[in-house]
């Protein structure tokens, strides 16, 4: 088991259309470095959801209640499209504590045209969590310390899942057993009850 290496509040906002293994093993092993990770779902101005909020954050929170660790926390209460909403209301619920927003390196790219990116770099230090398939480029995390930010590269190894490849090959083997049946009695995302 690693240690706690980081002395933040992880926050980790996900889009989970659905939740897969790799949010799991993402969740799993942010409560190993970190001494409190708060996630929750949301809508991603950059995405097109297939199912609706409230069905995500039903399914996430089957998730986090499996994975049942004391430092891990669901609060749907940060939910917005816009990082820097979100970050302002965790400064409310945690004044002291220093936050850091966890995302994965297929985003790094795109963060400098966040709404608001440089007061999103002034809130929180970032988190990029390495993803098969999308390469850390130093040149992009220049850019994101060149605006002020501070980009630390997480030492964790997430399987090559995304929830995107869910949604044209509905294969079972990539969803957590959590929300299987939750997914099969929806019949959410083309799983039905015979699978």
Do not use: C
């Amino acid at each position: 088991m690693k240690k706690i290496i980081y002395n933040s509040i992880a926050l980790l906002g996900t889009s989970a259309d659905p939740p897969t293994i790799g949010h799991k093993a993402l969740l799993v092993g942010l409560s190993k470095l970190f001494p409190k990770v708060v996630t929750w779902a949301s809508n991603n101005p950059g995405k097109e959801h297939i199912t609706t909020l409230t069905q995500r954050h039903e399914l996430l929170n089957a998730l986090v209640k499996t994975i049942d660790l004391p430092n891990l926390e669901l609060k749907q209460e940060l939910s917005s499209k816009w990082a820097l909403i979100t970050l302002e209301q965790a400064k409310d619920f945690w004044p002291d504590k220093s936050l850091m927003l966890v995302i994965g390196s297929d985003l790094v790219k795109s963060l400098p045209t966040w709404f608001e990116a440089k007061k999103v770099l002034k809130e929180a230090r970032i988190g990029v969590v390495p993803r098969q398939g999308w390469p850390l480029n130093n040149a992009e995390l220049n850019i994101i310390k060149r605006m002020g930010g501070d980009a630390t590269v997480l030492p964790l190894d997430i399987p090559a899942t995304a929830s995107s490849s869910i949604h044209s090959n509905p294969d079972i083997s990539y969803i957590p057993q959590a929300i299987l049946p939750i997914l099969k009695q929806k019949n959410l995302y083309g799983i039905s009850q015979k699978q």
